[in-house]
């Protein structure tokens, strides 16, 4: 099965938390957390998971760590 990515620009220290689809696997994330101590990624991956409707364990940012734009793979769980 193909991995899944998905690809996010994201804004920290934003007024407003938001998620902002602008393709099928391309996301602008607006984040309330500033970027220290991996908080706006965690907020990030809250977001998407709750935008997504998965536990935010099954998600995980496989690039772009401590960058504005992000990679994130959305983990299968075999069944």
Not at 8 to 25: A, C, G, N, W
Not at 30 to 41: D, I
Request: proline share 6%.
């Amino acid at each position: 099965m193909p991995k899944k990515i998905l690809v996010v620009r994201v804004q920290p220290k934003s007024s407003r938390q938001e998620l902002i689809p602008i393709s099928e696997t391309e996301f602008k994330a607006r984040l309330t957390s500033a970027p220290e101590k991996g908080q706006a990624n965690k907020e990030l991956l809250e977001l998407m998971a709750d935008y997504l409707n998965l536990k935010p364990s099954r998600l995980k940012i496989i690039r772009g760590g401590t960058s504005r734009v992000k990679m994130i793979e959305i983990i299968e769980i075999d069944r």
